[in-house]
């Protein structure tokens, strides 16, 4: 046997076992790389004071009380409708907002109001980023909320460290309960406004402190206590990182000249500490002080570039703008800025900002032309509808003298706030006898009157006499209508006859 084949035998043990333990590293650092998810390290972002905070504290005012006051708003549609000014009244399928009172039948509104939310939401990334999340966003919103009780509670970023560092004391636990306890409150709070959309608020109110009300309401506001307790309070930007959709679509409703919070490398680098009385030669504006980064609800670098977790709320700029004031240098080292402009600095050319594009004029026209859609409809939105609905079984009935007669259900929708009366005809057809269920035989066109807000539902019966049938089926209109408005509705009368 030769020595290579020896040193070969020997050394195949050894060899293998180190190929198995590559192998065993190679599927552990694989499977690490498989997680999707990944375990959320807590975050305590600096409570910072300027110009973007401020604009964040109007906004979160204003979403707020819209959100908690809309449904005590009043708006008088008289003694047949509900009096709250926003109301999803799901029990009599009608949908509420101020002047405007949408039926099921007019689902199409809704369908052009989500049309215009979703156009508005991609003009506004298309033109400075991801404002929404940054500012008007119900998660954004409420973890600001959360965040600043937790800043009264246990004291601002360094404190919130140390007493998470801290080992669990009288103190530690009286913060952490007070915290989450208010945390609580505020999200029974917003379960509770949540659910008075779908019902009279001043009734439901009565109800909830009297215990009256419906178990599905008291089960309605724990879901959504939870919820906004767990994903204002608890989970805060991991809601924004994972779970929702819009950080991964919005790459598509941008480009190079869309306004974003933007780091300027061109001013910024080359960064590192700064003395004072240093001079700035050779050296960038951006002295590392990492106070963008404390103040970041979502715990990144903004200088690291455009990110999947910014979301353009701009409170680093507040924090590099108040370090920039300190060291005497210009503000806006940090700034809603765009791509594009970043790199016309670093060639020395002029920035300019585009807000006219063509993804921007053609998310406007959209906006436009929905718009004047839905305003048309709304102005040309007819007061009076009428549902045909014929019999199929038996699909026509032959008298003993020959006559047929087909069966229908009539539905007049009054949609007025007061009782109307109105005139039913039909025509495409010489009928014999009309019959109303409860009215008995009636000769067309007949009165009709519907209460305010209501829809009537008619059995009617229309027999032919044998010489006047056609054969086959014949196509016919039913007609309501008064002084004002007038509905046609075609549908068929079936004969029977050979043809």
């Known amino acids: 046997m030769s020595i290579h084949a020896v040193i070969t035998r020997r050394e195949a043990p050894t060899m ?19 997680k999707f998810y990944k375990s959320r390290v807590p975050i305590y972002p600096k409570m910072v004071h300027g110009t973007f905070r401020r604009i964040k504290w109007v906004v979160m005012a204003i979403t707020l009380g819209i959100y908690y006051l809309t449904p005590w708003i009043r708006w008088d549609r008289g003694a047949s409708a509900p009096n709250q000014a926003v109301l999803v009244d799901l ?9 405007i009172e949408i039926w099921p039948q007019e689902v199409y509104y809704i369908t052009g109001l989500l049309i215009l939310s979703a156009v508005s939401l991609f003009l506004a990334t298309a033109l400075f980023g991801r404002l929404w999340c940054g500012y008007t966003c119900p998660q954004t919103v409420w973890t600001d909320l959360f965040i600043y009780v937790e800043n009264l509670i246990e004291g601002d970023r360094s404190a ?36 008075f959309y779908f019902t009279d608020a001043p009734a439901l109110a009565h109800g909830l402190l009297t215990g009256s009300a419906s178990p599905v309401i008291y089960a309605a506001i724990g879901v959504l206590t939870f919820t906004t307790y767990s994903l204002g309070g608890l989970m805060r930007e991991q809601v924004c990182t994972y779970m929702c959709p819009w950080p991964r679509i919005q790459g598509a409703m941008t480009d190079r000249d869309a306004l974003s919070v933007t780091y300027r490398v061109d001013r910024g680098e080359k960064r590192g500490p700064h003395k004072k009385g240093q001079p700035w030669e050779g050296r960038g504006h951006c002295i590392d ?8 609800p979502m715990g990144i670098d903004i200088r690291d570039g455009l990110q999947l977790e910014c979301i353009n ?3 680093c700029i507040d924090a590099c703008d108040e370090v920039m004031g300190k060291i005497d240098l210009p503000k806006g080292l940090i700034a809603y800025d765009t791509d594009a402009n970043v790199q016309r600095r670093l060639r020395g050319e002029k920035a300019r900002f585009r ?25 040309t939105r007819k007061t009076i509808d009428l549902d045909v609905l014929r019999d199929r079984n ?10 047929v007669r087909n069966a229908y259900t009539l539905k007049v929708m009054n949609r007025a706030d007061r009782a109307r009366n109105f005139w039913l005809s039909l025509e495409g057809i010489k009928p014999r006898i009309v019959d109303v269920i409860g009215l008995g035989n009636v000769t067309l066109p007949t009165k009709i009157s519907v209460e305010a807000d209501k829809v009537r539902t008619l ?23 008064d002084h004002r408005e007038t509905r046609r509705v075609e549908a068929v009368f079936v004969s029977g006859a050979a043809p």
């Open 16 to 34: 293998a076992a180190q190929g198995v333990e590559r192998s065993d590293a190679e599927a552990s650092n694989s499977a690490a790389n498989r």
């Open 91 to 99: 029990a009599h399928e009608r949908f509420y907002f101020f002047f």
């Open 160 to 195: 919130r460290i140390r007493l998470a560092a801290e080992p669990w004391s009288a103190q530690k636990v009286v913060k952490r309960v007070s915290k989450h306890a208010i945390w609580l409150v505020i999200a029974l709070a917003t379960g509770g406004a949540w659910v």
């Open 289 to 296: 002080c990492n106070q963008c980064v404390a103040a970041c």
């Open 313 to 315: 709320c701009g409170l």
């Open 355 to 379: 807000f006219v594009r063509p993804r921007t004029v053609l998310y406007t026209v959209v906006l436009v032309v929905v718009g004047a859609v839905m305003l048309l409809g709304l102005a």
């Open 394 to 403: 038996p699909n026509f009935v032959t008298l003993a003298d020959g006559a």
């Open 459 to 481: 059995r009617v019966l229309v027999t032919v006499a044998p010489r006047d049938l056609k054969p086959g089926s014949s196509e016919i209109e039913f007609t309501a209508s």
